[in-house]
């Protein structure tokens, strides 16, 4: 009992410690003491787990298991605002206003809008119960694992505050410039595209299947609106306030606004402030306060009459031009990267931007020494967007032109275009590192071979190393070894496959060798050979070596294969380190053909019907009713629409789907009763 009190105590304590750091700026304890802490905690935790609690503080770090998202209906409508980029708009806004509330006093709330994902948090008794994406807006993922391990969202309110039972508030989730330069530094060192702004990392980061990967990425959020019954007044602006109070981070940079000159004055400070803020912002939020006045003024099928969102212009500068650099990715798309002389734009020191492909360069004509328009607007690596008025460099004549190259600057491989495409593509996947390593984490990834014990770290510093020069080569890791005399700083990477995590990679990588056929034929990475084209070619041919020697008019026969996919799987097959490659994967013991369940298992009982899968199952995981569906003919779809067939639904089906369901006169079909259904 004494120990159940103190997991207790300590749980309050961290969350209150979380607040602090976090939200105020201002800890009241060393980290050394934190961590101490936390230890207890964990300790605590460990002996006690029947006291198991997902707000946990112990459950900041996340989670390696893949999450699946389930689609939830909101309560409330997410609406998306009208933008503007134009003054007079914003004096039109008021005007609107003035008349729909028939000349009733009013006030605005003017609030930064950040640049970031929105997200709605639900809370029960002052715990953080459901986290959901806006999606379209009546329906969104549950994120709610990977938001938790985001340090600013409380997932426990202090006990005894004022705040209701059952609330949600709403916000953005996005990641601050520290963290996003971090991340994209990370990402340049291991051959990686960076991503364009924090929006896209913050994005890309909270739909991370594992939450691990979203509490390293450090993202921050804002929360900016407050609904539910008995929330505490009529004010947005004093239901913020509250919010803040209960331990929300919440913007100080809101103002109440009484005239329109007031509006115009918050708009001008943070077009020019902004630049020195922590985050991303890309505009002003202005709302009518009184919620009583929201109602009044009611929605549109888009968007809100009582707000609008004024957006600032890109910023623009200019500089010189020294040179273009061209970067492999590791799908082998080249990408042209200008090389200027340093700038100061957006609150940051600008060197470098991208010239996106060999289109823009030729529609920029660039020379060596021109004048240039460097932009930074949505896009946070800075884009050339013309040559200044204002060049008085030497004449375009004596300047060397900038051409985009036609051989691979890393392998030296003539570059290659396809059809309808914008990008040039290094086509040497075999021998150019950048490539090599985007084909081994292509093999490794989850729909793949899923060997989810590696990561993209691991594989780098294993091929820097020269312990694998392609994906076959990790089957043969166990036999390698590191020199006796390594260096001190090369410790680590022992590490890696003789202790606790080498073991773990060793048995990841041998148990996907029971990973089946159609998931291989998708890992060994034939250019336009996706997921569902591996899965449509493996069960028409039904093994490796079928795929390998099936002739152009063979391919062109089957359904969804086309001239393009069909003439990547002759090339890549004619090619002899191709054949090399699968040919050591077969002797290693992955799986090149069906197997005999898979071939017997085929039939056409759901042909051309649409099946969307819902709830928690017994008999099966999602992912192989999934596959039992494509085995006998249907075909897996997420949203419920007109034409879908049926619903299999297993327990705890979501509520929206299932009235969605009723609505259109939907079939609901129990797991048995679909099994019965494909006769297993």
């Known amino acids: 009992m004494e120990e159940t009190k103190r997991i207790m105590q300590l749980r309050e304590e961290l969350h209150q410690h979380n607040h602090h750091y976090y939200v105020e700026n201002a800890p009241v304890i060393s980290d050394q003491e934190f961590d101490f802490l936390m230890h207890e905690l964990q300790d605590l935790e460990a002996r006690h787990p029947e006291l ?149 990392a913050a994005s890309g980061t909270l739909k991370s299947k594992n939450s691990s990967t979203v509490a390293r990425r450090g993202l921050d959020a804002y929360l900016y609106y407050l609904l539910g019954e008995g929330i505490p007044g009529d004010g947005h602006y004093q239901n913020l306030e ?42 002003v939020v202005l709302k009518v306060n009184s919620l009583a006045q929201q109602k009044s003024l009611g929605l549109t099928a888009k968007s809100p009459r009582w707000a609008i969102a004024y957006k600032f212009q890109a910023e623009q500068t200019e500089t010189t031009l020294r040179q273009v650099v061209f970067q492999v990715g590791r799908t082998g798309t080249v990408t042209p990267v200008a090389n200027m002389e340093p700038v100061q734009l957006a609150g940051t020191q600008v060197r470098r931007a991208t010239l996106h492909n060999a289109d823009v360069m030729a529609a920029l004509d660039l020379h060596v020494g021109d004048r240039v328009l460097v932009e930074k607007g949505g896009e946070i690596i800075p884009k050339i967007v013309g040559k200044a008025e204002s060049d008085n460099s030497e004449p375009t004549a004596q300047k060397p032109r900038i051409d985009f190259v036609d ?62 020069r392609d994906a076959a080569d990790l089957y043969e890791l166990k036999d390698k070894q590191l020199p006796a005399d390594s260096l001190e700083g090369e410790k680590k990477a022992v590490s890696l496959w003789e202790g606790q995590e080498g073991a773990k990679i060793l048995a990841g990588i041998e148990e996907s060798k029971q990973v089946p056929f159609e ?33 152009l008019d063979s391919l062109l026969q089957i359904n969804g294969i086309g001239e393009v996919i069909a003439g990547s799987v002759i090339q890549y097959f004619a090619n002899p380190a191709n054949q090399a490659f699968v040919e050591r994967l077969r002797a290693h013991g992955l799986q090149m053909e069906l197997c005999e369940q898979q071939k017997q298992a085929q039939s056409d009982k759901l042909e051309g019907q649409s099946i969307v899968i819902s709830g928690v199952f017994q008999h099966h995981s999602r992912d192989e009713y999934k596959a039992l569906i494509e085995q006998h003919g249907g075909k897996n779809v997420s949203s419920i629409s007109s034409k879908t067939s049926f619903i299999l639904a297993g327990e705890n089906m979501g509520s929206a789907k299932l009235e969605k369901a009723k609505k259109l006169g939907i079939r609901i079909m129990s797991e048995d009763e679909f099994l019965s259904l494909i006769g297993e």
């Open 52 to 200: 198991a609690d997902p707000n946990s503080p112990t459950q900041r770090v996340g989670s390696d298991l893949n999450n699946e998202f389930e689609t939830v209906a909101h309560l409330r409508p997410m609406l998306s605002l009208g933008n503007t980029y134009n003054r007079q708009e914003v004096a039109d806004f008021w005007q609107r206003v003035s008349d729909g509330l028939m000349g009733a006093p009013f006030q605005i709330c003017c609030e930064l809008k950040f640049d970031g994902l929105s997200i709605s948090l639900h809370y029960e008794d002052g715990m953080l119960v459901r986290a959901v994406t806006r999606g379209d807006g009546i329906q969104g993922d549950d994120v709610t694992a990977n938001v938790r391990t985001i340090r600013t969202i409380p997932l426990q309110l202090p006990a005894g505050g004022d705040y209701p039972r059952d609330f949600e508030i709403r916000g953005e989730i996005l990641m601050p410039w520290s963290s996003f330069e971090r991340l994209n530094a990370e990402r340049e060192n291991s051959g990686e595209p960076p991503f364009a702004n924090p929006r896209n």
């Open 519 to 551: 998931r291989v034929l998708y890992a060994i990475g034939i250019r336009f050979v996706g997921e569902i084209a591996a899965k449509t070619l493996a069960r028409y041919y039904g093994s490796m070596d079928n795929v390998a020697s099936a002739s």
């Open 407 to 468: 051989h691979c600057p890393v392998c030296g491989s003539k570059l290659v275009r396809y059809e309808g495409e914008a990008a040039h593509y290094c086509p040497n996947d075999t021998g150019c590192p950048p490539l090599i390593l985007g084909r081994i984490e292509h093999f490794i990834s989850r729909k793949a071979m899923n060997i989810n014990s590696l990561g993209a770290e691991t594989v780098d510093e294993y091929f820097r190393r020269g312990l694998i």
């Open 242 to 283: 509250a919010a803040a109070r209960w331990g929300f981070r919440v913007s100080k940079d809101m103002r109440l606004a009484n005239t329109l000159e007031e509006v115009f004055d918050f708009i001008d400070y943070w077009d020019k402030e902004r630049r020195n803020l922590p985050v991303a912002t890309d505009g």
